[in-house]
């Protein structure tokens, strides 16, 4: 976002929060790089209504209105190889002279320096948060520039998505800067009648109306007036407004937010926060600023940027304070921001430079993946993670019953049907946000559409349809599927087991290779469907009744990353996303829901926030209690046991401030609680 100095905070807001669309997409399994693994509705429980998670999202990258340095543009290549910069404003490495002419990427998306209207990227985007569960996505308007051609391209991506019975994110617009003349731009380019851009199913409504976020009183006597809901904008150094929607908040735990009834409504939850503004996050990031709260912030401590970065502490504390508030909005910041405006210092160093909102790796709130600072996926894994635990998942559906597959309408019967993106294979070829650049991409090939599996005593089956006619068997790369038959994501590569390559050829991976295994594999193609037969044999030892996970990808270029599944060929389901093929309920590997809530149902916690003990009370006495405070690293801290009580205190002195997760384990029943001290 533009950094407006004027003001200290320069920050491009836009996100806000709305009613929650309970399911986005189907239930699917993943692990993250860093071996976290996504919860399922055993743990989080089933869909909660009135739980709505909202994205600040932005579309400015590459627009004339924030001009990208052409000659260079990537902060962390520059001040890798040239750091001389960070102590010379005319240096020829920063691409410019002009200290305030040129903005820069703090880093490099997954799809590279995008511009903000490639439609291949939204797309990509659109997936993504389709899939993770985002309700709202909140543009960036804070600048008094609503991006409309952007934004309509975004939208066009979305009505792509939505026409396939899919339920993407809907949008509202965030405007500060002369906010009644930018939610009038918004009105007369998105919302009225006739309007240019106009596509309603886009829009996000509260209370009966499209959400905007602005200045209320900037609205008065306007045509738009009573056309709008409106939450006001909330910036983190002024006094709590009725009706704020903060984009960000710079006091630990973050402050709620309460709508102009006195009803708990909003909470934001941020990657990093600048609180020292004046210096912004490049001081931190560049001149040993110490008054900024970075990726690896947590128990009040910066943690080791050069190793903690990519774990998302500072991010889950917040989430973990923010799911505690029960409220029926969250509000992320944030997505895709990437650029900054370089300006000249404030800290008596006329020799520095100013980057406000975005420097590094670690000064950075990007959750989008990316290729720099080993960030790769991680940060979009942890929020899907985290919106599960705050809206709860379905149910993984189970298979039908056993089936010998020996034709294509023996599968008509088979559920369930995994039902992947359509359309997404269509070539990219887009100008770039920085330098002379076309983004090009021809990778797309066969466009995935419908799996399923079935099984019997002696063979697994696994379908495949796809958009159009399966193209000829091109190799290795052609029509693969990768097999994780343990659910277990420190076995194989990346938790597969198997894979079948060819269409023909069994792989196991083995001592940090794929090896043939001997064996037929044989593989039926007609059209546009196919299907393969796997003796189960030749797959170990099955979990019987069934209980694994499986994705299929076609044209895939390098074998050896998974990020390769976001931007080459087609992967189903897409990103790290598995889907889990079981056969028993009794397969999944904790235990249900209605136990997890049986036994969270009997537990109070008080007070919360705590300082130095809490109380725990239990409706019932329980024979084999133990409960375990665990630490926002997964450290446990504190273990005890409380049989035959009805209520216990914990002391916690000399507990570091912070959030922790409580355990409690029963026999076969389990239950989670977060608490936060102070």
């Known amino acids: 976002m533009k950094n407006e100095l004027k003001i200290c905070a320069l920050f491009c807001l836009s996100a806000i929060l709305t009613l929650s669309h309970v399911a986005h997409g189907q239930v699917l399994a993943g692990t993250d790089d860093l071996g976290r693994i996504l919860p399922q509705n055993n743990t989080v429980g089933d869909p909660k209504s009135n739980k709505t998670v909202a994205l600040f999202y932005f579309l400015w990258q590459g627009n004339s209105t924030s001009p990208t340095s052409q000659t260079y543009w990537d902060l962390t290549k520059i001040t890798a190889t040239h750091p001389e910069v960070l102590n010379d404003p005319g240096n020829q490495y920063w691409g410019t002279t002009a200290q305030s002419s040129a903005y820069y990427f703090w880093g490099e998306s997954i799809y590279n320096y995008y511009k903000g209207e490639d439609y291949w990227v939204q797309l990509k985007n659109m997936q993504l948060l389709t899939d993770a569960g985002v309700d709202l996505l909140v543009l960036d308007a804070t600048n008094a520039i609503d991006y409309n051609i952007q934004a309509e391209v975004l939208m066009d991506a979305m009505d792509a998505i939505r026409a396939q019975g899919k339920n993407p994110p809907k949008i509202a617009f965030y405007t500060n800067s002369s906010s009644g003349a930018t939610m009038q731009a918004c009105y007369n380019d998105f919302y009225k009648s006739g309007a240019p851009y106009y596509h309603p199913n886009c829009w996000y409504n ?40 903060p984009w960000i908040e710079f006091v630990r735990p973050p402050r709620v937010y309460y709508n102009a009834s006195g009803q708990k409504e909003i909470v934001n939850v941020s990657v990093a926060q600048h609180p020292n503004c004046g210096y912004g996050m490049g001081n931190a990031a560049f001149y040993g600023c110490t008054n900024n709260w970075g990726r690896s912030l947590r128990n009040g401590s910066p943690g080791n940027p050069s190793t903690d970065t990519p774990y998302g502490y500072n991010f889950q504390e917040h989430w973990d304070f923010a799911i505690a508030q029960n409220t029926p909005f969250i509000f992320v910041t944030g997505w895709n921001e990437w650029i900054a405006g370089r300006w000249p210092s404030n800290d008596g160093n006329n020799q520095h430079s100013l980057f406000v909102d975005l420097a590094s790796p670690e000064f950075s709130r990007d959750i989008e993946p ?35 597959i020996t034709n294509f309408t023996d599968w008509a019967t088979v559920t369930p049907a995994y039902k992947d993106y359509t359309g997404d294979i269509q070539a990219r070829n887009h ?14 090939r066969n466009d995935f559409d419908t799996l399923k599996v079935a099984r019997d005593a002696n063979n697994i089956y696994f379908y495949a349809k796809t958009a159009a006619t399966i193209t000829a068997n091109s190799g290795s790369n052609w029509m693969r599927l990768y097999i994780d038959k343990d659910r277990n994501a420190t076995t194989g590569w990346k938790g597969y087991e198997y894979r079948v390559i060819g269409g023909n050829t069994l792989q196991q991976y ?11 594999i044989t593989n039926n193609v007609s059209g546009n469907q196919m299907y393969l037969t796997i003796p189960r044999s030749s797959l170990g030892n099955l979990a019987n009744p069934l209980n694994f996970e499986f994705k299929w990808s076609d044209n895939m270029q390098d074998d050896t990353d998974p990020l390769d599944w976001y931007v080459n060929g087609d992967a189903a389901p897409g990103a790290r996303f598995n889907f889990i093929a079981s056969s028993n309920n009794s397969t999944m590997t904790n235990i249900s829901s209605a136990q997890e809530n049986k036994l969270a149902d009997q537990i109070k916690i008080f007070p919360n926030p705590a300082h130095e003990k809490v109380e725990i009370t239990f409706a019932n006495v329980f ?19 409380a049989n035959g009580v009805k209520n216990i205190t914990v002391e916690l002195r000399g507990f570091a401030k912070g959030t922790y997760s409580i355990q409690f384990h029963s ?12």
């Open 206 to 245: 509260l209370d009966g109306k499209p959400l905007i976020i602005g200045l209320t009183a900037e609205s008065a006597g306007k045509d738009y007036q009573n056309f709008f809901t409106y939450r006001e904008s909330q910036w983190p150094f002024e006094a709590k407004k009725a009706n704020g929607w």
């Open 431 to 444: 100008p770039a946000g920085a330098g002379n650049i076309i983004y090009t991409n021809t990778t797309g």
């Open 667 to 678: 026999g076969e029943l389990t239950a989670s609680k977060t608490i936060v001290l102070q």
């Open 623 to 641: 024979s084999d209690l133990s409960i375990k405070f665990m630490d926002v690293n997964g450290n446990t801290v504190k273990e005890i046991s």
């Open 510 to 520: 083995t001592s940090g290779a794929w090896v043939g295994l001997p064996g037929s």
């Open 370 to 404: 990316t290729l720099t600072g080993n960030l790769k996926d991680n940060y979009y894994m942890q929020m899907v993670s985290n919106i599960r635990k705050y809206k709860g998942i379905d149910t993984t559906q189970i298979l039908s019953g056993s089936t010998t």
